[in-house]
T-cell receptor
Framework: RKEVEQDPGPFNVPEGATVAFNCTYS??????FFWYRQDCRKEPKLLMS???SGNEDGRFTAQLNRASQYISLLIRDSKLSDSATYLC???????????FGKGTRLHILP | EAGVAQSPRYKIIEKRQSVAFWCNPI?????LYWYQQILGQGPKLLIQ????????DSQLPKDRFSAERLKGVDSTLKIQPAKLEDSAVYLC????????????FGEGSRLTVL
């Protein structure tokens, strides 16, 4: 089983819709979790951290389910500018290592 | 604040040739990473430095790849000899000592091996 798994998509979603995707991780010792956004031919940039209690930043909500070992990202009222690849990242405290998933491609359709 | 600097941005070489990439992290960031990102995939960690010491190089193909960070600041990643499957974007990232998850990436060096 891969350390971090994501559905590669693409998710084709009409503008204004709500979209959600998950990321599963295999190492139960994983310490911290993050969503990164990567635009086409650009470098990844941190979108948001994922806390145990869940967190929200505007239209974006991230949640963590430690029991089932997955994190999720919900985007409400999607905009054309949300089109990107969303990378899940897991920080392994023991190894001081950050592992990325393959990313989920999102296309927002006008 | 200056970001992570990488060069060259693009490089085209033939197989069996060599190439070197350079990275200058954000000032004060002790941890530096080199990731390989093949088209359509997520970044794959090649090597991680803490200051000038290697923390993890378990996924670095050591028969052809080498990396160094001699003075604990900038770093170079070398490939010799290159193979077709080395075509990828090589991303350098750095991290502040106190923030475990936020990596700051450079724009990447795009390598094409013909």
């Amino acid at each position: 089983r891969k350390e971090v798994e994501q559905d590669p998509g693409p998710f084709n979603v009409p503008e204004g819709a709500t979209v959600a995707f998950n990321c599963t991780y295999s190492n139960s010792a994983s310490q911290s979790f993050f969503w990164y956004r990567q635009d086409c031919r650009k470098e990844p940039k941190l979108l948001m951290s994922v806390y145990s209690s869940g967190n929200e930043d505007g239209r974006f909500t991230a949640q963590l389910n430690r029991a089932s070992q997955y994190i999720s990202l919900l985007i409400r009222d999607s905009k054309l500018s949300d089109s990107a690849t969303y990378l899940c990242a897991v920080y392994l405290n023991r190894d001081d290592k950050i592992i990325f998933g393959k990313g989920t491609r999102l296309h927002i359709l006008p | 604040e200056a970001g992570v600097a990488q060069s060259p941005r693009y490089k085209i070489i033939e197989k069996r040739q060599s190439v070197a990439f350079w990275c200058n992290p954000i000032s004060g960031h002790a941890t530096l990473y080199w990731y390989q990102q093949i088209l359509g995939q997520g970044p794959k960690l090649l090597i991680q430095f803490q200051n000038n010491g290697v923390v993890d190089d378990s996924q670095l193909p050591k028969d052809r790849f080498s990396a160094e960070r001699l003075k604990g600041v900038d770093s170079t990643l070398k490939i010799q000899p290159a193979k077709l499957e080395d075509s990828a974007v090589y991303l350098c990232a750095s991290r502040h000592p106190e923030y475990t998850g936020e990596l700051f990436f450079g724009e990447g060096s795009r390598l094409t091996v013909l």
